[in-house]
């Protein structure tokens, strides 16, 4: 295919329907919040293995 043979109107009205920038801020949203979610469990995890409560764990800040 050759550049000159691409409908350059075509192009304009299909960037017009798709703006990545509204799709990248989404996608940057929930992927820190599925990161988030890893960290808390993987902490709960920890906290488990470690033998102590959960209020013992609020009391030295490992949770809020």
Known sequence: MSINSIDHGEITDIKGKYE???EV???ITQ?????EARRRIEA??????SGLTLSEA???G???
């Open 58 to 60: 609020r009391d030295l």
């Open 31 to 35: 992927c820190q919040k599925r990161t």
């Open 44 to 49: 709960m995890r920890e906290i488990r293995e």
């Open 20 to 22: 990545i920038a509204d």
């Open 62 to 64: 490992l949770i809020h």
């Open 25 to 27: 801020v989404t996608d």
